[in-house]
């Protein structure tokens, strides 16, 4: 779907397909450096972070493997649960690997929180994040999130891999539902 065709389900574009693309690019960038020399493993958090997985993983100049977690904390709904439980677990033994966890967004931190507890617990050589989208709430916990895309305000969005109740994730860019979608 083009920009400018937003449809009645969208309210409106957050942030474009270019401006995804440049700071991914520039977070690439950065990761390379960090990781200069290093075996890295990239752990995508399904299915939300699928997009930025594939074009992040592209733009990155540092051989990586790559292996996936999906993890449930909301149901079809716009409201944390509070609880997460692992839908799939990693293939691999992360044990003395250098491991980048790859998010779509951030928000109350309780996902992350969470995961970094589980996957630090596993004794990896090192363990960082990279998250396209901050809301406001993940000020409020103590996670130390190494590259943020972009500080989004507190509003639900959809698109590039962001879904709600499934739909929207293969919108090329992130986008504002429209409240009558949410009942809002
Ligand atoms: P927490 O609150 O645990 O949430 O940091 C992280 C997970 O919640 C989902 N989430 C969203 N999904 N639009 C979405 O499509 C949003 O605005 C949104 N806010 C949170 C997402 O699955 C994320 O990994
Ligand atoms: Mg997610």
Redesign the pocket.
């Known amino acids: 779907m083009r920009e400018k065709d937003l449809g009645a389900d969208l309210h409106e574009v957050l942030i474009t397909k270019d401006e995804i693309d440049s700071r991914l690019a520039e977070l690439a960038g950065e990761i390379d450096a960090r990781y200069e020399g290093q075996d890295l493993l990239i752990v995508g958090?399904l299915k939300?972070?699928v997009m930025v997985m594939a074009d992040l993983a592209r733009a990155l100049a540092t051989p990586v493997t790559m292996d996936w977690m999906a993890i449930s904390?909301?149901g079809a709904g716009?409201q944390?649960s509070g609880v997460?439980r692992i839908l799939k677990d990693l293939d691999t033994d992360i044990k003395d690997k250098h491991v980048l966890i790859v998010?779509?967004?951030?928000?109350?931190?309780?996902?992350?929180s969470w995961l970094l507890a589980n996957l630090g617990s596993r004794e990896p050589a090192s363990l960082e994040i990279v998250t396209l989208?901050r809301?406001p709430?993940?000020a409020k916990v103590d996670i130390d999130v190494r590259w943020v895309g972009f500080d989004i305000p507190n509003?639900?969005?959809?698109g590039y891999g962001?879904?709600?109740a499934e739909k929207y994730r293969n919108l090329p860019f992130v986008g504002t539902l429209a409240p009558h979608v949410y009942g809002g």
Request: charged share 25%; glycine share 6%; proline share 0%.
């Open positions: 958090v939300g972070a904390s909301y716009t944390s997460v998010e779509d967004i951030i928000d109350s931190g309780l996902t992350l989208l809301k709430d993940a509003e639900f969005v959809v962001l879904d709600y």
